[in-house]
C-alpha cells in the first residue's frame, strides 16, 4: 500500500479559535493582505485581531467567484502595498481568490502561465507566500486543499491553479463564523461538503487515509445537514458540518473526486450559478447513472461495493443498496429545496457543449468508472 497524504500545515478547529489568529499572524509577517468577501463588515473583527497584534493590512474584496483578472488586480494590490503574506476570510470564493493570491506573490508572470486547461499549465514551482484560510462556510474545504480554482469569463469555463506548495500554512475552522448563515447557502455549501466525501470515497484514486475522512464525513453529513437546515442555530450541527466540510476537503485534496465536479467547472464557467448549489443539483443524478454504469459494466468490482457501503451510512440500513443511497441523496435535496439547474439558465441546448467540457475536466479523471457521452449526456439533462 503506498499514497501521499498532504494537508495544511497547521489546523486549528472549535468554537472562538478565530480568535487566535493575530499571533500566528504576526509570525509569518508584518503586512497582510486581507481578503474577504463582498461584506467586509464581518471581517471587521478579524481586521482588529490582525491589527492588535502588529499586523497592518490591506483589504481585498472578491465579490463573486474569483476570475482570471481578479487574480492579476490582487496580486498588483498585494506587491503595491508590500505585503508579505495573505489572510483570506469567506467562503469558497474568497479563500480560492487568497490561495491563488499567495501563489502569484511568490511566482513570476500571470496567472494565465500556471491555469490548467486554459492556461500554459506551467509548474508553479516556488512555494506561496504565507496563506491562512478562514472560511466562513462549511461546504468546499478549500482551507486545506492545494488548488485554487478560476473563472474566465472570455473562455467560458473555470480551471485550477494547481500545487502541493499552495497549501495554506494555516487553517482557521471556526463553526461560529457559520451561525449566520442563509438557508440556502447551509443547503448548498453542505450538499457540497457531502459531495466531497462521496467523490473521494468512491474515486479511483481513493486511499486508506483518505477513506478514514470519507467515511466520517458522509456519516455525519447523514444527520448534521437535515439538522441544520430545520434550525441555523443548532451549534452542535454547525460544529458537525464544519467539520464534514474540512474532512471533504482533506479526502479530496488527496484523492480526487468525479463527475460531479466534472460538470460543476463548465456549469460554473458557463453560467452564474453558485458551485455548491451546481453541485447540489447533479449530486443524485451523477450517483443514479454511476451505479447504472457499475450495475452493467463492473458488477463485481470495488467502486460498486462502496457506492453500497455510502448507502448504508447514508440510511442507516446495514443492508442497503447503492441505489437506496441515490434515493437518500434524492429525497435530501428535495427536502432542502434545491434548485436545478435550469434555474441558472440552463437549457436543453446546451446539453452537448457541457458534455464536451466536462470530459476535459480534470475531476472527471477520478469517476469510479468511465462514462459513456450519452450517460453524461442523461446527468445534465436529469439535472434541469
Not at 479530496?252 to 448549489?277: E, I, S, T, W
Request: glycine residues 10%; contains cysteine.
Amino acid at each position: 500500500m503506498r499514497f501521499e497524504f498532504a494537508t495544511a500545515a497547521r489546523i486549528l478547529f472549535g468554537e472562538g479559535v478565530v480568535r487566535e489568529v493575530g499571533p500566528a499572524a504576526a509570525a509569518m509577517g508584518r503586512r497582510a493582505l486581507l481578503v474577504t468577501g463582498v461584506s467586509r463588515d464581518r471581517a471587521a473583527p478579524l481586521f482588529a485581531l490582525l491589527e492588535a497584534a502588529g499586523v497592518a493590512c490591506a483589504p481585498f474584496t472578491v465579490p463573486g467567484e474569483p476570475t482570471v483578472e481578479l487574480v492579476r488586480a490582487g496580486a498588483a494590490t498585494a506587491r503595491g502595498e508590500h505585503c508579505g503574506l495573505v489572510v483570506a476570510m469567506g467562503g469558497g470564493s474568497a479563500i480560492d481568490a487568497g490561495k491563488a493570491l499567495a501563489a502569484m506573490l511568490a511566482n513570476p508572470g500571470d496567472p494565465l502561465d500556471y491555469l490548467e486547461v486554459i492556461g500554459a499549465g506551467r509548474p508553479i514551482e516556488r512555494p506561496s507566500a504565507p496563506f491562512i484560510a478562514i472560511p466562513t462556510t462549511a461546504g468546499t474545504g478549500s482551507e486545506v486543499t492545494r488548488n485554487a480554482v478560476l473563472a474566465s469569463p472570455e473562455h467560458r469555463v473555470k480551471a485550477s491553479l494547481r500545487s502541493a506548495g499552495m497549501l495554506p500554512r494555516l487553517a482557521v475552522v471556526d463553526p461560529e463564523l457559520t451561525l449566520g448563515l442563509p438557508r440556502s447557502i447551509t443547503a448548498s455549501t453542505g450538499l457540497d461538503a457531502l459531495t466531497q466525501c462521496i467523490e473521494p470515497y468512491v474515486s479511483v484514486r481513493a486511499n486508506a487515509m483518505t477513506d478514514l475522512a470519507c467515511v466520517e464525513g458522509i456519516r455525519r453529513a447523514a444527520t448534521a445537514l437535515p439538522r441544520v437546515w430545520d434550525n441555523g442555530s443548532d451549534r452542535e450541527a454547525r460544529g458537525e458540518m464544519a467539520w464534514v466540510s474540512l474532512l471533504g476537503g482533506m479526502a479530496l485534496a488527496n484523492a480526487g473526486l468525479g463527475a460531479v465536479h466534472g460538470f460543476a467547472a463548465p456549469v460554473g464557467g458557463m453560467f452564474a450559478a453558485p458551485h455548491g448549489a451546481v453541485c447540489a443539483a447533479l449530486l443524485p443524478h451523477v450517483m443514479e447513472v454511476n451505479v447504472q454504469a457499475l450495475r452493467a459494466r463492473d458488477p463485481g468490482g470495488q467502486p460498486l461495493r462502496r457506492y453500497e457501503e455510502v448507502a448504508r451510512l447514508l440510511t442507516g440500513h446495514s443492508h442497503a443498496a447503492a441505489e437506496d443511497g441515490v434515493r437518500w441523496v434524492a429525497d435530501l435535496c428535495r427536502q432542502l429545496e434545491v434548485p436545478p439547474l435550469r434555474a441558472y439558465g440552463v437549457v436543453d441546448a446546451d446539453i452537448p457543449d457541457l458534455v464536451a467540457k466536462s470530459a476535459h475536466a480534470s475531476s472527471m479523471k477520478g469517476n469510479p468508472i468511465a462514462l459513456t457521452s450519452e450517460e453524461l449526456r442523461q446527468i445534465v439533462s436529469a439535472s434541469l
